[in-house]
């Protein structure tokens, strides 16, 4: 049997070394193809090198280890099992109720020796596993809760939206979000997609989804959230990509590989 390989992505060198030394002894047949400082350096060396297990700090430069989980998860070819994944974090008692509320492990730091035998027992059940479908679409399941869940890297709950300021031109206009079929990230901005127009803001994504009733407004894509209420149907092109037709808008929308299990006929 081919020896796994892991990926470690710590922003604290000395943590990194720590963490590598202790997989030696708690696992001496793992690999660690590569320790990496930063999220993005830690996508490209992931879909380099197609390591079986991900060590991803919460809290990297560029960014979290959370958002380059889901990015991998849209980005990992096709045909090939879905790393597990074990976040390292600081103790943070929001982020680990998270994690254990989906069932993702996790570390603390410092890494404690009992605790990474544990994980190490977990990882070898999953790798175990990995190939089905059933783990396939609980690993992405658990990475849309975990992109959601409050106390990782997005900010505290908001009230409620109702009505956003949004421009038009050089004009500042009250939208009622009544009326907005999606919202889509656009360089510094969010377009506002109505039936009939089209505004922007300034909220970033993260912000905003935390203001918005989660079964009104699904996440379908990394920076596009769609009234679930405006899909007039799903459907997948030659590539088996999936897109959304929307009530009311001529475009169509992509929706991510992290997502398209949302879209399955009951």
């Given amino acids: 049997m081919t020896a796994p390989r892991a990926l470690i992505a710590e922003d604290e060198p000395l943590l990194a070394a720590a963490l590598e030394q202790e997989l030696a002894r708690a696992w001496p047949e793992l690999v660690v193809a590569a320790r990496v400082g930063d999220g993005l350096s830690a996508m490209r060396q992931a879909l380099a090198l197609l390591p079986d297990i991900l060590f991803l700090d919460i809290r990297m430069p560029g960014c979290s280890g959370l958002e380059a989980a889901t990015e991998l998860a849209d980005a990992w070819p096709q045909g090939q099992p879905l790393p597990a994944l074990v976040f390292v974090t600081a103790y943070d008692q929001y982020a680990v109720q998270a994690f254990e509320a989906q069932a993702v492990d996790y570390l603390l730091k410092p890494v404690q020796p009992e605790r990474l035998r544990k994980t190490v027992d977990r990882l070898r059940q999953a790798l175990a596993q990995r190939d089905t479908a059933w783990a396939q679409e609980q690993t992405l399941a658990q990475l849309r809760q975990l992109a959601q ?14 009505l956003l ?5 050089n004009q500042i206009h009250m939208v009622a979000l009544a009326e907005v079929l999606y919202f889509e990230a656009a360089d510094k901005y969010l377009r506002v997609l109505t039936a009939r127009q089209e505004y922007l803001i300034r909220t970033p994504l993260k912000e905003l ?40 808008r001529p475009e169509r929308l992509a929706v991510s590989r992290l997502y398209a299990p949302l879209f399955k006929a009951m």
């Fill in 149 to 162: 869940a409050p106390g990782l890297d997005r900010p505290p709950t908001a009230a409620p939206l109702t």
């Fill in 209 to 248: 989804v935390a203001q918005l009733d989660p079964a009104v407004f699904w996440q379908v894509h990394r920076g596009t959230l769609v009234r679930a209420t405006a899909i007039a149907s799903a459907e997948r092109d030659e590539a088996g990509r999936l897109y959304l037709h929307l009530r009311d």
């Fill in 165 to 169: 300021q949004a421009s038009r031109g």
